[in-house]
Nanobody
């Protein structure tokens, strides 16, 4: 089992920044992909960014150039630095850990961006 705990959400004005953190514990040695997803009210959950074992990162087009996903191996965390936030970034953000046979979700953290 893998446990994921997100933190760092909050409320900011448009143009501001937030950093989300996802702390992983448990059987993490076999995890090969860590990612962030978000779900806005009335919408489906969407993929935002992920980082694969060797450090390769990918982003949805709407956040490219504004968000950065990175890993802190010493603390078993994956962070999402979010800059130049827009009202349309408002959502609950979820961390996801994946391995060949399973995936795991965190409980989510709310991000609210006001105009």
């Amino acid at each position: 089992q893998v446990q994921l705990v997100e933190s760092g959400g909050g409320s900011v004005q448009a143009g501001g920044s937030l950093r989300l953190s996802c702390a992983a514990s448990g059987s993490i040695s076999s995890i090969n992909v860590m990612g962030w997803y978000r779900q806005a009210p009335g919408k489906q959950r969407e993929w935002v960014a992920d980082i694969i074992g060797g450090g390769r990162t990918s982003y949805v087009d709407s956040v490219k150039g504004r968000f950065t996903i990175y890993r802190d191996s010493a603390e078993n965390t994956v962070n999402l630095q979010m800059n130049s936030l827009k009202p349309e970034d408002t959502a609950v953000y979820y961390c996801k850990a994946s391995r060949a046979s399973a995936y795991y979700w965190g409980q989510g953290t709310q991000v609210t961006v006001s105009s």
